[in-house]
Structure formats: C-alpha cells, structure tokens
Nanobody, 120 residues
Framework: QVQLVESGGGLVQAGGSLRLSCAASGSIGRYNAMGWYRQVPGKQRELVATITRGGSTNYADSVKGRFTISRDNANNTMYLQMNSLKPEDTAVYYC??????????????WGQGTQVTVSS
C-alpha cells in the first residue's frame, strides 16, 4: 500500500505564499490522477486542484490564478504552490491519489493532512 505524506503547511500572513508537498512511498505514475483537497471544521472536504497522469490540471474557482498544482514523477512527489493567500484559504489540506480498476471502480489513497493557517 502506497502512503502519501504531506508537508509544507504552516502559518502565513494574508498575501503570502506556501508550497505544499505530497511525497508518495511508491511510484505515482500508477495513479490516474492526484489532487489536493481541503477541509475546515464543520464543512465538507472540498476539491482544490487535480492533476492527471497526463498532466492536465483542474482548479476550484476560488483558487484559480493563485494556486498551481504540479507533479514530479521522478521523485514521486506532487506539489501545490499557493500564492496570494487569503484567510479563507485556512484549512487542513489533504493529498489524494486514485486509480481506476478495469471495471471502473475508484480506489483512493489519502494523506494525513497538513494545516494551513492564513492570518489577516
């Protein structure tokens, strides 16, 4: 079982930047796609950004133009560069990766999460 470990979270002032990393214990080339999600207490986990095996990206409207997702297959790591951070970006950020079986079933792997706090 491949494990995902996030790092790079922390406390930053509004307007600042952080880069999150998601290191996989095995090859990330096996995944159909990887992504970042975030969750605040009392709310559902929401999609932030995804990147497919082929490199296609997708972003939530709230982070478009400010966040950039990327992956380094050689080092089995995915990144989320977060610029122009806002207090509403405060959340626990989770790394996700999934594969689809030949039957179309989706199998997800999640990291443990990393806290991002943006002060105003």
């Amino acid at each position: 079982q491949v494990q995902l470990v996030e790092s790079g979270g922390g406390l930053v002032q509004a307007g600042g930047s952080l880069r999150l990393s998601c290191a996989a214990s095995g090859s990330i080339g096996r995944y159909n796609a990887m992504g970042w999600y975030r969750q605040v207490p009392g709310k559902q986990r929401e999609l932030v950004a995804t990147i497919t095996r082929g490199g296609s990206t997708n972003y939530a409207d709230s982070v478009k133009g400010r966040f950039t997702i990327s992956r380094d297959n050689a080092n089995n790591t995915m990144y989320l560069q977060m610029n122009s951070l806002k207090p509403e970006d405060t959340a626990v950020y989770y790394c996700n990766a999934y594969v689809r079986s030949v039957l179309g079933l989706r199998y997800d792997t999640w990291g443990q999460g990393t806290q991002v706090t943006v002060s105003s």
